[in-house]
Nanobody, 123 residues
Framework: QVELVESGGGLVQAGGSLRLSCAAS????????????MGWYRQAPGKQRELVAT???????NYADSVKGRFTISRDNAKSTVYLQMNSLKPEDIAVYYC?????????????WGQGTQVTVSS
């Protein structure tokens, strides 16, 4: 049984920071955590889910233009955890943030998803 559990969401003022965490469980998955591409996606009310950032097994990162320079994705394979440091938050960052894990070369939507964590930014 694979489970991705996000934490760290909440309410913050514009310009503030939050750090999201996504911890993976399931002994088989944790053993192979390091090979997965990990990512954060978000879905705002009335909008489609969109990519925020991804990090490969080798540590290569990719960011949406809207978060470049403000957000940083990182991973700790020993802890089977991926993080998203969010700085200089804006009201347009309000969304439910989802963690994703997928095998390189496959589509993220066919991978594993967390249940989501709400991020709210007050102006």
């Amino acid at each position: 049984q694979v489970e991705l559990v996000e934490s760290g969401g909440g309410l913050v003022q514009a310009g503030g920071s939050l750090r999201l965490s996504c911890a993976a469980s399931g002994s088989g998955f944790r053993a192979g955590f390091g090979i997965h591409t990990m990512g954060w996606y978000r879905q705002a009310p009335g909008k489609q889910r969109e990519l925020v950032a991804t990090i490969t097994s080798g540590g290569s990162t990719n960011y949406a233009d809207s978060v470049k320079g403000r957000f940083t994705i990182s991973r700790d394979n020993a802890k089977s955890t991926v993080y998203l440091q969010m700085n200089s938050l804006k009201p347009e960052d309000i969304a439910v943030y989802y963690c994703n894990a997928h095998i390189p070369g496959t589509r993220p939507e066919y991978g594993y998803w967390g249940q989501g964590t709400q991020v709210t930014v007050s102006s």
